[in-house]
Nanobody
Framework: QVQLVESGGGLVQDGGSLRLSCEAS????????VGWFRQAPGKERVFVGR????????DYKDFVKGRFTISTDNPRNTVYLQMNSLKPEDSAVYYC????????????WGQGTQVTVSS
């Protein structure tokens, strides 16, 4: 079973930046889409953005558009979430998830990494 491992979370000040990583445990893992989600305390998990791996195209929710960027490093089997101009309302546990080869649903989930933005 493929495992996704997120890293890079931490505490940052308002306006700061962080880069999250999502690494797959198997080199042969070939999902169609990798997405990022977040869940703040007491709230539901929400979609942040995703990247289609064979095209490199990414799309984002409006509340992060222009501030967050998703990219890939195929040799390292890693997807990144670069987060700039962070705001306190971005504080949450961030999860990466991957679909199968058909891209129909997110099957594989990481354990999450905490991001805290102080005001």
């Amino acid at each position: 079973q493929v495992q996704l491992v997120e890293s890079g979370g931490g505490l940052v000040q308002d306006g700061g930046s962080l880069r999250l990583s999502c690494e797959a445990s198997e080199r042969t893992f070939n999902p169609y889409i990798v997405g990022w989600f977040r869940q703040a305390p007491g709230k539901e998990r929400v979609f942040v953005g995703r990247i289609t791996l064979n095209t490199g195209e990414a799309d984002y929710k409006d509340f992060v558009k222009g501030r967050f960027t998703i990219s890939t490093d195929n040799p390292r089997n890693t997807v990144y979430l670069q987060m700039n101009s962070l705001k306190p309302e971005d504080s949450a546990v961030y999860y990466c998830a991957a679909t199968g080869v058909d891209g129909k649903q997110y099957i594989y989930w990481g354990q999450g990494t905490q991001v805290t933005v102080s005001s």
